[in-house]
C-alpha cells in the first residue's frame, strides 16, 4: 500500500500533464520481434483451446479495449438465477469442455457459452496500472506459473494478468488444461492461420517466420515456448496500446482548437463540481486505486476484499481509466450501466449517471468516502450529462476506434466468418427440445473439429440428421418437423441421468480440401414425453468456411 500510495503521490504531482513514457520492468525489455510476436498471439484464436476465442475477442480498440458482446453476455450472478436483480454483463467465453475434450454441463450455464461474471476491462492503457484486473488480483510482480520463480519484481502486472485466461475454462481454455497444452498446440499450428486481413507489419513477420517457434526464436533467441515467455511477448505488445493522442491530450499541448466548447464545459465540471478528478486523475484518468461505490451488496463479489482481506476493500474495486470509454458497450465491473451517449443514462437507475448522482448504487454500506450524492452538492444531472460528454469525446483516441496503428490488427475469424444459423421449429421433449453444441469453428483443415448433441431427457437415442440443403419452410412428416432434406444420417447412443440431458460429443475432422460450403443438421432423439414419442431440434445451418 505504501509503493501504492506513493506512486500516486507522484502522479498527483503532475496534474494535469500528458502521458509520461510507459513503465517496463528491467527484466522484459521490448524488442521489435517481442512485440510482434504478442500482436500475433493477442490475436490468434488459435491460442484456445477449440480455436474460438482470442485475446483480442475480449479486448478490441474499436470497443475501447472492451468485449463488443458485454450486452449479451449475461451472467446470473450469485443466486445462479437469470434475471433476477443480481445478474451482470461479462464477456462471452468457451462452451464447458472435459478434460478429453468433449463438452459437458456446467452447473451455472448448462451446454450454453459461458460468460465471465465481470465485464472485459479494457487493456489500452492497463501499462500505466501496478495491479491489473477489476480486483487487482494481477500483481506487479510477475511469478512463473509454470516454475514459481519470480520473474519480474516490480512492473509485472501486464505479464501476470497475460497468462490468466489462456487456461481458464470459462475464457479459452478446458478443465486441466496444461502449459504443455498451449505449448505443443503452438508447436503446431501456423500463426494466425484463422485470421484475416493480416496487416502488412504481420505479413511481413510470418513471411520471415512463418512458425511460433521461429517467431519465438527471433524474440528470444531460441525456439522454445514457455508460459513466461508467452506472457513477457503478449505484455511487450500491450505496452504499446496507448491511447495518448485524443482532444484533450492535443488541448492540454496547446492547441486551444483541439476541444469543443461542450467538451471545454465539460472538462471544467470534471475537474471542479462533479469531482470526477477525485478518483480519475489526469493524464491517466484513473487513480490506481479501488473503491467501494455500493453498485450491489458486497457479499456478491467481494472485490479487491477478496484479496487484501481489509474490511473496507470488501466490494471494492479498480478505478478504471476513462480513455476511450466512450467506445465500451457496457459500464462498471458488472456491466450495469449502459454506455455513454444512450439515452439510458438519464432513466436506468444503474447508470454511471444516476449512480453518481445519488452517490452510491443500490447499497449505502461501507461507501468510499470519495464518493459524495452530487445532487446534493447542487450539481445537476445536465452537469453530470456534460462531464460523460467530455469523456465520450474528448479522451477517445480515433486511432483506436478506426483501428489505426498502434491499434491496427487482423480481423478474427469469428467476426469474419458467417455464424452458425438456427432455422424451423423443433419439438420438445421431457425437459425442451435437443439442441447442437455448434461453437467450434468449422473451417476446412480443422482436425479437431466437434459437434455436441444434447437430448431433451436421459439417456436415450438420437439421430442426426445430415444434408446438403434445408426446408425452409420445413415438411411435416408423420407429425415430425424436418428442417433439413437429409442426405444421409447417424445414429447416436446419448448417456444422461435423471438431473442430466442425455449427451455425447461427435468428433469431426474437416478434410483440408473441403470447399467452403453450409451443410444442415438436425437432431432427434428417442423421448416419451413428445408426441409420438420422438423430440426435435431446429434446423441448423453450419458454414465450411
Not at 475434450?101 to 461474471?117: H, N
Not at 508460459?227 to 491511447?243: H, K, N, V
Not at 467450434?440 to 483443415?445: D, F, I, K, Q, T
Amino acid at each position: 500500500m505504501l509503493r501504492r500510495l506513493a506512486a500516486c503521490a507522484l502522479l498527483a504531482g503532475a496534474l494535469p500533464a500528458q502521458l509520461w513514457p510507459v513503465p517496463v520492468p528491467a527484466e522484459n525489455p521490448p524488442t521489435p520481434a517481442k512485440v510482434m510476436l504478442g500482436k500475433i498471439l493477442f490475436w490468434d484464436e488459435q491460442l484456445s483451446s477449440d480455436d474460438s476465442t482470442a485475446c483480442g475477442t475480449c479486448h478490441q480498440p474499436a470497443f475501447g479495449g472492451s468485449d463488443p458482446r458485454a450486452a449479451e453476455a449475461w451472467h446470473p450472478g450469485p443466486d445462479g438465477v437469470f434475471g433476477t436483480d443480481d445478474d451482470r454483463r461479462g464477456s462471452l467465453g468457451v462452451s464447458r469442455q472435459a478434460a478429453n475434450g468433449r463438452f459437458r454441463a456446467d452447473a451455472t450455464f448448462g451446454f450454453g457459452r459461458q460468460a465471465t461474471p465481470r465485464t472485459a476491462p479494457s487493456h489500452l492503457g492497463a501499462a500505466y496500472h501496478i495491479d491489473l484486473f477489476w480486483d487487482a488480483r494481477a500483481s506487479t510482480q510477475f511469478t512463473d506459473p509454470e516454475t514459481g520463480v519470480v520473474l519480474i519484481a516490480f512492473e509485472g502486472a501486464l505479464e501476470s494478468q497475460a497468462v490468466g485466461p489462456i487456461l481458464n475454462p470459462v475464457e479459452m481454455g478446458r478443465e486441466g488444461r496444461t502449459w504443455l497444452h498451449v505449448r505443443q498446440k503452438l508447436q503446431q499450428v501456423a500463426p494466425l492461420a484463422l485470421a484475416e486481413s493480416l496487416t502488412p507489419d504481420v505479413q511481413a513477420a510470418l513471411w520471415q517466420n512463418p512458425t511460433y517457434p521461429a517467431l519465438f526464436a527471433a524474440a528470444f533467441g531460441s525456439p522454445e515456448i514457455s508460459a513466461a515467455r508467452i506472457a513477457f511477448a503478449l505484455a511487450s505488445y500491450q505496452r504499446t496500446q496507448i491511447p495518448d493522442d485524443t482532444p484533450w491530450d492535443r488541448f492540454i499541448a496547446g492547441d486551444d482548437g483541439a476541444m469543443t466548447s461542450g467538451e471545454k464545459t465539460g472538462w471544467i465540471v470534471f475537474q471542479g463540481t462533479g469531482r470526477c478528478i477525485a478518483c480519475h486523475w489526469a493524464p491517466t484518468f484513473s487513480d490506481d486505486m479501488w473503491h467501494v461505490l455500493g453498485l450491489r451488496p458486497a457479499a456478491e463479489d467481494l472485490g479487491v476484499g477478496a484479496f487484501t482481506g481489509v474490511p473496507d476493500d470488501l466490494g471494492a474495486f479498480k478505478t478504471p481509466s476513462l480513455r476511450n470509454a466512450g467506445l465500451r458497450p457496457r459500464l462498471f465491473h458488472n456491466g450495469q450501466s449502459p454506455p455513454l451517449g444512450d439515452l439510458a443514462q438519464w432513466t436506468d437507475p444503474n447508470s454511471t449517471l444516476n449512480v453518481y448522482l445519488r452517490g452510491h448504487g443500490t447499497v449505502t454500506d461501507n461507501l468510499d468516502p470519495f464518493l459524495l450524492p452530487l445532487q446534493q452538492l447542487g450539481v445537476t444531472a445536465a452537469e453530470v450529462h456534460a462531464t460523460q460528454e467530455f469523456v465520450r469525446t474528448a479522451l477517445t483516441d480515433e486511432r483506436a476506434a478506426l483501428a489505426l496503428p498502434p491499434f491496427d490488427h487482423p480481423v478474427l475469424r469469428s467476426t469474419a466468418a458467417p455464424a452458425p444459423r438456427t432455422f424451423g421449429p423443433g419439438l420438445a421433449g421431457a425437459r425442451g427440445e435437443p439442441f447442437l453444441i455448434d461453437t467450434v469453428p468449422s473451417y476446412p483443415g480443422n482436425q479437431d473439429w466437434k459437434l455436441g448433441l444434447v437430448a431433451s431427457r436421459g439417456t436415450t437415442i438420437g439421430l442426426l440428421a445430415l444434408g446438403a440443403s434445408p426446408f425452409e419452410p420445413h415438411v411435416p412428416w408423420f407429425g415430425l418437423p424436418w428442417n433439413v432434406q437429409p442426405a444421409g444420417g447417424r445414429l447416436f447412443f446419448l448417456p444422461g441421468g435423471s438431473n442430466r440431458p442425455g449427451n455425447t460429443t461427435w468428433f469431426v475432422p474437416i478434410p483440408a480440401a473441403m470447399p467452403p460450403q453450409s451443410v444442415y443438421l438436425q437432431l432427434f432423439t428417442l423421448d416419451q414425453a413428445a408426441p409420438g414419442g420422438i423430440a426435435a431440434s431446429r434446423g441448423t445451418e453450419l458454414p465450411i468456411w
